[in-house]
């Protein structure tokens, strides 16, 4: 029931500007960005035709954090989501760098260079079977 509600209160806020609000940061048009309710909830994600499309956080006006996915400005799913999920999430977009870095480096030959940024990638990243495979594949190299 508690997610029925919220779901009805996203549609509201996304369907209407009538509530009042703005574009707090970056491209709420067709872009990223940050969209400010004047209620002081907010919602941090893809918009695409000035709405919310795509995965995103909505923050209501007590703070609390959902991850909501939109389609078209209408939300499709809901979710709570913590600080601590966020944390996750940008470890894991790092480790995306870190293992982006190593796949460079391993098809220049650089061997090396490659381990490194495949075990920073695994440090931030621990059970990414792909990011241990690449691993593996750069020891053999120097071996």
């Avoid at 090396?112 to 690449?134: D, G, L, M, Q, R």
Wanted: glycine share 10%.
């Amino acid at each position: 029931m508690k997610k029925t509600l919220f779901l009805v209160l996203i549609i509201l806020l996304s369907a209407s500007t009538a509530w009042g609000g703005y574009c707090r940061e970056g491209n709420c048009l067709n872009g990223t960005g940050v969209y400010q309710w004047a209620d002081g909830s907010s919602f941090s994600g893809r918009f695409a035709d000035g709405v919310p499309d795509g995965e995103g956080v909505f923050i209501s006006k007590d703070k609390q954090r959902f991850m909501v996915v939109y389609k078209k400005g209408q939300p499709v799913t809901s979710t709570p989501y913590s600080e601590e999920d966020e944390a996750l999430k940008e470890r894991q977009r790092e480790a995306q760098k870190f293992n982006l870095a190593g796949s460079e480096y391993f098809k220049k030959g650089d061997y090396k260079s490659a381990i490194f940024f495949f075990n920073k990638a695994i440090t931030k990243w621990p059970n990414n079977k792909e990011f241990h495979e690449n691993y593996r594949k750069a020891k053999e190299k120097i071996q």
